[in-house]
């Protein structure tokens, strides 16, 4: 996976994990019909370089990041799992996700056409 691939993040949801406690979800997507997950846990070191990312999610805003690896493993959807130790960085935030959506249905659109 390309570490310079811009990816949306769309969908954030919280799930119960398999040791009980609560874990969030997170789903992207790029200009590439590409899919990826990763799950964060908030009481994992690595949780402070999502937690800007997860509050803006959560306020509505539409968020472009860069810097996910992928992990060996994929997720059970047979996508691509992000490893959450990624060197993950906020490329882009639009207060309104729809903006961040429809330049993102746009450009999947071109590169269809492509």
Known sequence: MDLDTKWVVAKIVNRASQYGNIIQEVTFANADWEIAYTYLDDANQNYARWKDIVDLFDRGCGI???GLRAKKIKHK?????INADSPVTIRHVELDRTVVAEALHAELLENAGK
């Open 77 to 81: 959807s047979g996508y691509p799992l």
């Open 64 to 66: 472009i990041v860069q």
